[in-house]
């Protein structure tokens, strides 16, 4: 399992990671037919979950990225996941001629941006990341 955290961006419920070269981008090896993808709001002491994403990856062509807005999913009552996560995803040839698990296969993630998430802070707006 890979973990990677993207840049928080402050007092916003639409977020751009995109805006900063290279920040949202990761490249790591596919490990699950599954790349789970989950927006946090940064809190001081601790982070609260704002919805989150499954991508299928055995539905993405390789060699091709792959550009979509996903709905966020989970959480329930007032924290039920509300807007959608726009993501890159691009499998690399080698997945498409040995499968996801081929030793030289690579998946790289783009989180671009989001719209519509709930707000988490007293202010109205969340701290996405």
């Known amino acids: 399992t890979f973990s990677r955290r993207t840049q928080v961006v402050y007092k916003t419920l639409a977020p751009k990671w995109t805006e900063t070269r290279g920040a949202g981008r990761f490249t790591f090896p596919p490990v699950d037919d599954t ?12 982070s609260d979950f704002l919805g989150g ?10 060699g091709s990225e792959h550009v979509k807005w ?13 807007g959608e996560l726009k ?12 499968g996801l698990n081929e030793a ?11 719209k519509g998430i709930r707000a988490a802070d007293k202010g109205g707006t969340s701290d996405p990341f």
Do not use: C, H, M
């Open 35 to 46: 790349l789970q993808v989950e927006v946090r709001d940064k809190d001081l002491f601790r």
């Open 53 to 62: 994403v499954d991508v299928y990856l055995p539905d993405i062509e390789p």
């Open 70 to 82: 996903y709905p966020l999913e989970g959480g329930y009552g007032k924290n039920r996941a509300v």
């Open 87 to 98: 993501l890159a995803v691009l499998l690399s040839d080698r997945v498409g001629e040995y």
């Open 104 to 114: 030289k296969a690579s998946l790289q993630v783009t989180v671009i941006s989001a």
